[in-house]
């Protein structure tokens, strides 16, 4: 299924609110006996977030509801831009590319960066086909611009060189 973009809204206009959260993929078992608990960290989290619109005229609504309808309910998938981040809290500068092929985990490789560009925990970054991650703790590239990011959850998939 293609995934579709958030309509424009009241001449490009985002949502009033859009809380976001991340929910990660946890499971937690209890001792019945001890009360001891074990917590199990899967891959998988996913973002969330709640948008609210008001006041919509006729046409804007329509657009939203075939915008909803098109989405199938949970089977569709859809890009919103965060509303209240639209850069990095950092010195992030330059050309940032993926630095190697293969790469799993939860620290990605990165070059192409100006030199002492930095990332601060809290920013968030995009990589791959569709990976969103914040930043944990911050970083700074190299004098050759090469810069190791720590991210919150390990990646899906290994992101392409140069991608």
Not at 81 to 104: F, I, N
Request: hydrophobic share 45%; charged share 15%; glycine share 12%.
């Amino acid at each position: 299924m293609t995934i579709l973009t958030l309509p424009l809204i009241k001449g490009g206009r985002g949502p009033r609110m859009a809380p976001w959260r991340k929910l990660s993929n946890t499971q937690a078992f209890e001792s019945p006996l001890t009360r001891s608990v074990q917590t199990l960290a899967l891959p998988g989290a996913r973002w969330a977030c709640s948008l609210t619109w008001a006041n919509l005229d006729a046409a804007d609504a329509a657009r939203m509801r075939a915008f909803l309808y098109a989405l199938r309910g949970r089977a569709g998938r859809f890009y919103v831009p965060h509303p209240t981040v639209k850069r990095p809290r950092g010195t992030a500068a330059g050309t940032p590319l993926v630095a190697g092929s293969g790469q799993t985990g939860a620290t990605l490789a990165t070059d192409g960066w100006t030199a002492g560009a930095t990332l601060l925990a809290g920013d968030l970054i995009g990589f791959g086909a569709s990976e969103l991650r914040v930043v944990i703790s911050d970083a700074t590239a190299d004098g050759s611009g090469a810069m190791s990011i720590v991210i919150d959850e390990p990646m899906r998939a290994s992101p392409a060189d140069n991608s």
